[in-house]
């Protein structure tokens, strides 16, 4: 699966493609999007390149806070949202949904759902890209996603197997190694890829994460492992599609020393190698063994995606998808705490209402945040005229906070969003410093559930995983007490909090 840098097909790809030399490509964000439009005309290039069809276009579409296609897509708030919700209808309507926009593009293979569980706050690369912490739960919701991309004609991507959910480290920066035991992984980490693969998911992507219990082995990846792949993946769990790789750019897969892991991979029993525009592969005459159970799943994937037609563009961002993106972010704020009985808000016209928010921006590379506005205090400001704003930076400094404080003094009203505020000591210092004011404020996680754990002296706190406009439109709507807070938790926090 290669990848390149541009948004036209280049000359030096067409001839590999008109060659047969690739399974197919990844679109990112980044290096190939600019509009619709351009999608359409790209990825039927591509398509009429290729020798042997349909070419696989693959892409991450997780929704939330990685949306790989730009901003023509419906932006769905992703796997936490939905588990917030916990709809297993609602899930397969938005994978549906999904799934019809990638294909108007002419994308198959969509790089999604995530089965990891979000146990480790500190983990930096997840977040709301979970479901949840709950393994029964997030397996229901993985399985709803992969039954309502399918049901468009895209493939589902089950990742990052064995489960990424556990590990203390990003593996786009290095190996991560959990030392979860087997039985755990069986009662856990497992579950949610059972659920996803009995609902005929057709890829697995192995993650760079070193699972001993697994493998026997903490200096290789998964996704470098026959044990896994072959042992656990295939034969236990019984999967029978597609295996890719997790990105092999990463500096997770990249830990092996001077083996070269694309060999690896291969060896272990990967059929596909994910390239970068950073490692465009193109180039490189890859082959494994005489085995030809790669090939013949590969003729099986196209066969099943030639069976369905490319929908009209008028389904991307259509008025439809958007109103199911409203009820999905409406259904998903969570109300944790509101012992001060701050909420919903209710201002005289002359009250004045601080907004804090911080800069938009990527937790990990696996991350389209930073693309987004900044619009809650606009979305405040709507409900009442009365309403300053500031943008703050994400790890404010001690000058940063003592401005924010003072104009928070001058504020009758503060609503302070944070960012993972549990692994950023500048934002939990500015929601102490704030709350130490006595001013009313109500806290709001903007991404990550666990904010409130770095600032626990927090009497009024909403969650709403994530900054796209549907979602900050909803939890405006709730603080101002339009909807009620229909979310819960779908993570525990691992901190007591007020109910």
């Not at 890859?286 to 929908?311: E, G, V």
């Not at 937790?363 to 945040?369: E, F, G, I, V, Y």
Request: hydrophobic share 50%.
């Amino acid at each position: 699966m290669v990848a390149f840098a541009g948004t036209a097909l280049p000359d030096d790809l067409r001839v590999a493609l008109a060659g047969d030399a690739y399974a197919g490509v990844t679109l990112f964000r980044h290096w190939n999007v600019a509009s619709v439009e351009q999608l359409r005309e790209l990825t039927g290039a591509l398509q009429g390149a290729a020798r042997v069809g349909p070419l696989l276009i693959a892409t991450d579409q997780e929704g939330g806070q990685l949306n790989a296609l730009g901003d023509g897509p419906t932006p769905f708030a992703g796997a936490m949202a939905l588990g917030a919700v916990a709809d297993e209808d609602l899930a397969e309507r938005v994978g549906a949904a999904t799934g019809r926009e990638l294909r108007a593009l002419g994308v198959n293979v969509n790089y999604a759902p995530v089965c990891d569980l979000a146990t480790n706050p500190r983990n930096p690369a997840l977040g709301i890209r979970c479901f949840g912490d709950d393994p029964q739960a997030v397996g229901r919701l993985a399985a709803a996603t992969v039954r309502g991309l399918q049901s468009a004609g895209v493939a589902a991507t089950v990742k990052h197997f064995p489960g990424l959910g556990d590990a203390p480290v990003d593996t786009h920066h290095d190996l991560a190694v959990v030392g979860t035991s087997r039985d755990q992984l069986e009662s856990r980490e497992l579950v949610p890829f059972r659920a996803a693969i009995a609902a005929g998911a057709r890829l697995a992507m192995a993650g760079h994460i070193a699972v001993p219990a697994l493998t026997g082995d903490a200096s290789v990846p998964a996704s470098l492992s026959p044990a896994a792949l072959r042992g656990v993946l295939r034969e236990e769990l019984g999967f029978d599609g597609l295996t890719i790789t997790d990105a092999l750019d990463m500096a997770g897969v990249r830990a092996i020393g001077d083996a070269d892991p694309l060999a690896a991979a291969l060896a272990a029993g990967e059929d596909l190698l994910l390239g970068t525009p950073v490692l465009p592969l193109v180039g490189h005459a890859l082959r494994a063994d005489d085995d030809q159970a790669p090939t013949l799943r590969l003729a099986a994937l196209r066969r099943w995606l030639r069976a369905f037609d490319q929908p009209d563009p008028g389904v991307v961002g259509s008025a439809e998808h958007r109103a199911l993106a409203d009820e999905l972010a409406r259904r998903s704020i969570t109300l944790v705490c509101d012992d001060a009985g701050l909420l919903p808000l209710r201002l005289s016209a002359e009250q004045r209402v601080l907004v804090i928010q911080p800069k938009p921006n990527d937790l990990t590379p696996a991350d389209t945040t930073s693309t987004v506005p900044a619009v809650l205090a606009a979305a405040i400001r709507r409900r009442h005229g009365a309403t300053d704003s500031a943008l703050m930076s994400v790890e404010p400094d001690a000058t940063e906070i003592a401005v924010l404080r003072t104009q928070a003094a001058r504020a009758d009203v503060v609503i302070l969003g944070t960012d993972a505020a549990h692994l950023r000591p500048g934002q939990a210092e500015l929601a102490r410093s704030i709350l130490a004011l006595g001013v009313p404020c109500v806290t709001v996680a903007l991404r990550t559930p666990w904010d409130i754990t770095a600032y626990p002296e927090s009497a009024s706190h909403v969650c709403a995983y994530g900054i796209l406009a549907p979602t900050i439109e909803a939890l405006a709507a709730a603080l101002f007490g339009e909807q009620p807070f229909w979310g819960n938790l779908p993570v525990a926090l691992q901190q007591a909090v007020r109910s």
